[in-house]
């Protein structure tokens, strides 16, 4: 079964430095996802990215957050000086159409440790 | 605000037994998600409910999406220790983005 993959499954990271978060979504899918889930809280929508551009993002994704689709099969997340409070999991997630009614495939997460 | 509460917020069952896991929001819902998630790692999509009245089933797992489409409930029978997990809803609220609001979750244990 298709599936959207993370890489890395880990990363641990010094405060201030920057971090990519890479994510290969499902091949035929057209909307892509990242969302983050801070340890024993809820998971939480970061941004939508559709056409090479952004769709829709929260107000937890401010400046030092960006995203890219550098090619064909990747979609990154970029936290450009982290912060400790970055500290989460994150989820790439991606679907075939953005409207509802659509599944939206998750990925297995990339977790982030900022010390 | 846009807020889902999932109820109960954990439970412990006895293998073999039937249980409910209760999400609602306060506001109507164009898409309601239920996913799987095993500590520390990804949602395994499980169903998604759309229509009012609408129910769905996959081996013993089934969901519902009650008429006003407000509130949804799964349903697990003869629990096994496989299902042991967190069960999240997530729901669309806009219709048109993708963009899903997640309840609490409620994590299971099944006991042997």
């Given at each position: 079964?298709?599936?959207?993959?993370?890489?890395?499954?880990?990363?641990?990271?010094?405060?201030?430095?920057?971090?990519?978060?890479?994510?290969?979504?499902?091949?035929?899918?057209?909307?892509?996802?990242?969302?983050?889930?801070?340890?024993?809280?809820?998971?939480?929508?970061?941004?939508?990215?559709?056409?090479?551009?952004?769709?829709?993002?929260?107000?937890?994704?401010?400046?030092?957050?960006?995203?890219?689709?550098?090619?064909?099969?990747?979609?990154?997340?970029?936290?450009?000086?982290?912060?400790?409070?970055?500290?989460?999991?994150?989820?790439?997630?991606?679907?075939?159409?953005?409207?509802?009614?659509?599944?939206?495939?998750?990925?297995?997460?990339?977790?982030?440790?900022?010390? | 605000?846009?807020?889902?509460?999932?109820?109960?917020?954990?439970?412990?069952?006895q293998e073999g037994k039937n249980l409910t896991i209760n999400c609602t929001s306060s506001k109507t819902l164009y898409?309601?998600?239920?996913?799987?998630?095993?500590?520390?790692?990804?949602?395994i999509f499980l169903m998604m409910l759309q229509k009012g009245g609408e129910e769905k089933s996959h081996e013993k797992?089934?969901?519902?999406?009650?008429?006003?489409?407000?509130?949804?409930?799964?349903?697990?029978?003869?629990?096994?220790?496989?299902h042991a997990g967190i069960y999240l809803c997530g729901a669309d609220m806009a219709g048109n983005t993708g963009k899903?609001?997640?309840?609490?979750?409620?994590?299971?244990?099944?006991?042997?």
């Amino acid at each position: 079964e298709p599936e959207v993959t993370q890489t890395p499954s880990h990363q641990v990271t010094q405060m201030g430095q920057e971090v990519i978060l890479r994510c290969v979504p499902i091949s035929n899918h057209l909307y892509f996802y990242w969302y983050r889930q801070i340890l024993g809280q809820k998971v939480e929508f970061l941004v939508s990215f559709y056409n090479n551009e952004i769709s829709e993002k929260s107000e937890i994704f401010d400046d030092q957050f960006s995203v890219e689709r550098p090619d064909g099969s990747n979609f990154t997340l970029k936290i450009r000086s982290t912060k400790l409070e970055d500290s989460a999991m994150y989820f790439c997630a991606s679907s075939l159409q953005g409207h509802s009614g659509n599944t939206i495939y998750f990925g297995e997460g990339s977790w982030l440790t900022v010390v | 605000s846009q807020e889902l509460e999932q109820s109960p917020q954990s439970l412990i069952v006895q293998e073999g037994k039937n249980l409910t896991i209760n999400c609602t929001s306060s506001k109507t819902l164009y898409g309601l998600y239920w996913y799987k998630q095993k500590y520390g790692e990804g949602l395994i999509f499980l169903m998604m409910l759309q229509k009012g009245g609408e129910e769905k089933s996959h081996e013993k797992i089934t969901a519902k999406l009650d008429e006003k489409k407000q509130q949804s409930s799964l349903h697990i029978t003869a629990s096994q220790p496989s299902h042991a997990g967190i069960y999240l809803c997530g729901a669309d609220m806009a219709g048109n983005t993708g963009k899903l609001i997640f309840g609490q979750g409620t994590t299971l244990q099944v006991k042997p």
